[in-house]
């Protein structure tokens, strides 16, 4: 356990010092100018009327849901392949996080769905696929709860994710290779966006919003994993080492 | 009789809840059940909205009889189940209170789950309604029926799906007037009041005989 | 098990339990908890309170700790001390120990916050002796308490064991190693007979 | 500004979200609290993270 006491955790805590506040800057501005661009610039749409404001909200969390993902398969490797000292602190911080955000993207899916195609749910593939995503950031963080061990859950946890980046192109695809309602990408695409510049700025802004809002909370959630092993190591060590004092205090009473 | 009965309901709370603990998965189960059935029967919104109910009080069930396995076993386990027979506090109201923190921790969770569920299989407001409303009055019994089965199957060290086994035929009554209770709530002609009140009694019933078979098969299981 | 097996125990004396190993010493001690019932025979305590059984009035100190990992150390000790109940009979006098007192007379009051998982074996072994301690019962049934402990805690488990001898209570211990008890009476179990209890110190 | 008749579903995206956010938030705070009380705990206590290191590991 000594290994995290150096180097690598320590020089990490304090770049999150320097890093943060402006991170935390960015992100709140970036979210004011996003959301009254949102609801003030952005035009509404000629088919879908107010209700595609929703969309500012509804994509960016999807992006997001699925870029921490991929963080969390990168950092999988990192535990399994390099032994990053930091990978697994990174993965198991990230879980809630991802959950959050996929919980957003289905919520507010949902709640465009019904005006839109007069119900909250259907179980078509894009919206089963992300479904399935939110399983698994919630069994990932469930696995790490059950768990004691932190290195051991790191590594079980890690094995659980790479399997589970598999549904990652299943949900990229799935407009397009199933016929779904849900329509199909406008703005990641390989012959340029398909969507007027009225609206594609307010996405772009709120995307970059919800991303410094992520690795605001990543790095926060980061420090706090470890701070909790930190205590944990500490613990271990409180418990073995016996106390001077109370070994005074027992010859007394016991006499 | 209350601070026992209370540091007793919060230990055992505290050890769900705990790292370690299993409070969440249920639920999480629970969300799996639901989201693997349209994958079997096809997405057919109607067909799942008629078949609702009946998923959601499955889904349940089968996430209660999941959780129950440790019931009793993990105190069998480090002792504490011998110092509980030895305690001096009526048995059967030590498994009661076991009972009722167990719900608190796993049964709670699902009736909460059970409207966003609901959404999934596209129950109207009046069903999602009264499923949770079943949910809530059925739940306690079927943690209560399935604590005879965690009793019984105390000593074995692959308990689990034979408590499955042995809780799901004594459940099935609960689970006839829990589903029939919410399917009344949504065909009109049918009256609600009469199931429910037949499952609010199968709670009571339950909450008077659970704890007395499972205390007894535990004080056999000493011997 | 047991056949022809009769002793009867006075309040302030101990009675430690020898024999091979798989003679019955265990399950001697877990009879006499009532864990195991009898098929003929009987238990009897003498001025415990008239309407409770005689397992009301004994800790039962096991191979098992009944220590909750998860739980802190204060919270397990806790716990017994407001779920087990009391037993007060006519001539024994202890009293409830402090839950921390208890802890810190066992040395281990600096673990208290935390979690039991972290506790050694040995240390586990102490946080459920204290429970002997935070409620005061007429007669403890110990099996082995001395294993898991070192040198220091042996001693001091020795001085706690004491001074329930001198308070009035009754001890009956399986042991294997020497335990320097006042007052003790030897049951000596071997296979086809069991000797009679042999005095080692007179009694009043 | 007129949000026509679905203001309702707009709101509760947004409400929903915000309310996610905020918990996530929350979360991190009150873990940082929890683990910074522990930490200073174990400081009182005067279990140091330098002293084994010295004692030859």
């Given at each position: ?216 909370l990543h790095l926060m959630a980061m420090r706090n994993e470890i701070m909790r ?27 | ?129 009264a499923v949770t409303l079943t949910l809530l009055v059925g739940t306690p019994a ?82 | ?121 040995g240390q586990k072994r102490r946080l459920s002796l204290c429970r002997l301690l ?71 | ?57």
């Amino acid at each position: 356990m000594a290994f995290w006491d150096y180097a690598n955790p320590t020089r990490f805590l304090k770049l999150v010092q320097v890093v943060l506040p402006w991170l935390t800057g960015l992100c709140v501005l970036a979210s004011a100018a996003g959301l009254y661009m949102s609801f003030f610039i952005a035009p509404e749409d000629y088919q879908q009327g107010q209700t595609v404001r929703i969309m500012y909200i509804h994509v960016p969390a999807a992006w997001l849901s699925m870029m921490c993902y991929s963080i969390m398969a990168v950092s999988s490797l990192g535990t399994l392949v390099w032994k990053h000292p930091l990978a697994d602190v990174s993965a198991k911080a990230a879980a809630p996080i991802g959950a959050a955000f996929t919980f957003m993207a289905l919520v507010t899916g949902s709640l465009w769905g019904k005006p839109m195609w007069g119900t909250y749910w259907v179980w078509d593939a894009r919206l089963t696929s992300v479904l399935v995503l939110l399983i698994m950031y919630l069994g990932l963080m469930t696995l790490w709860r059950t768990m004691e061990d932190p290195i051991k859950a790191g590594k079980a946890a890690a094995v659980l994710t790479l399997v589970g980046a598999l549904n990652l192109p299943v949900i990229k695809f799935s407009v397009d290779w199933w016929n779904t309602l849900h329509q199909p990408a406008s703005v990641m695409r390989m012959d340029g966006p398909t969507i007027h510049p009225d609206i594609l700025w307010p996405l772009l802004v709120m995307a970059v919003a919800f991303t410094l809002l992520f690795f605001v909370l990543h790095l926060m959630a980061m420090r706090n994993e470890i701070m909790r092993r930190r205590v944990r190591t500490l613990r271990l060590r409180a418990a073995s080492a016996a106390h001077p004092r109370s070994a005074v205090a027992t010859a007394q009473p016991a006499e | 009789m209350s601070t026992w009965a209370l540091a007793l309901f919060q230990r055992d709370l505290r050890l769900s809840v705990r790292v370690g603990g299993s409070a969440l998965v249920g639920v999480l189960f629970f969300l799996a059940v639901v989201t693997v059935i349209p994958f079997g029967v096809g997405p057919d919104l109607n067909l799942l909205s008629r078949i609702g109910p009946a998923i959601l009080w499955i889904g349940a069930l089968l996430a209660t009889l999941l959780g129950l396995d440790r019931l009793f076993q993990a105190d069998r386990d480090d002792g504490t189940l011998d110092l509980m027979l030895m305690a001096g506090r009526p048995l059967e109201l030590v498994v009661l209170i076991k009972c009722l923190a167990h719900w608190v921790a796993t049964g709670l969770p699902l009736v909460v789950a059970a409207p966003l569920l609901a959404i999934f299989l596209n129950l109207e407001p009046a069903a999602m309604g009264a499923v949770t409303l079943t949910l809530l009055v059925g739940t306690p019994a079927l943690t209560l029926i399935g604590a005879i089965g965690a009793a019984l199957t105390v000593s074995l060290r692959r308990g689990g799906l034979l408590l499955a086994v042995l809780v799901v035929p004594l459940a099935i009554p609960v689970l006839i007037f829990g589903v029939s209770a919410a399917d009344a709530a949504i065909h009109d002609p049918v009256p609600f009041l009469t199931p429910f009140l037949i499952l609010c009694a199968l709670s009571l019933i339950a909450a008077v005989i659970g704890p007395i078979a499972s205390a007894a098969a535990l004080r056999f299981e000493s011997d | 098990m047991f056949e022809d097996l009769s002793f009867s125990l006075e309040g302030g004396s101990a009675l430690v339990v020898t024999g091979a190993n798989g003679i019955g010493k265990s399950s001697l001690l877990r009879t006499l908890a009532g864990l195991v019932s009898l098929a003929h025979g009987s238990i009897r305590l003498e001025g415990g309170a008239p309407d409770t059984p005689s397992e009301e009035h004994i800790h039962y100190f096991g191979h098992q700790d009944a220590v909750k990992p998860a739980l802190s150390v204060l919270e397990n000790l806790q716990f017994w001390q407001s779920f087990a109940a009391a037993a007060h009979v006519s001539g024994f006098s202890g009293s409830s120990v402090d839950p921390m007192d208890a802890l810190n007379l066992l040395g281990i009051g600096h673990t208290a916050r935390l979690p039991a998982a972290f506790l050694s074996a040995g240390q586990k072994r102490r946080l459920s002796l204290c429970r002997l301690l935070v409620t005061p019962r007429p007669v403890w049934l110990m099996d082995e308490p001395t294993s898991a402990l070192d040198r220091v805690s042996e001693t001091q488990l020795l001085g706690l064991m004491n001074a329930h001898l001198a308070a009035g209570g009754l001890i009956v211990t399986a042991t294997h190693s020497d335990l320097a008890l006042e007052k003790t009476l030897i049951l000596h179990l071997r296979a086809g007979d069991a000797a009679a209890p042999s005095p080692e110190e007179a009694l009043q | 500004m007129d949000l026509g008749s679905h203001a309702g579903f707009i709101f509760a995206s947004y409400g929903l979200c915000l309310l996610t956010v905020l918990g996530l938030i929350a979360w991190v705070r009150i873990d940082k609290a929890n683990l910074e009380k522990a930490l200073k705990d174990l400081a009182e206590q005067g279990v140091s993270r330098r002293r084994p290191q010295e004692g030859g590991r």
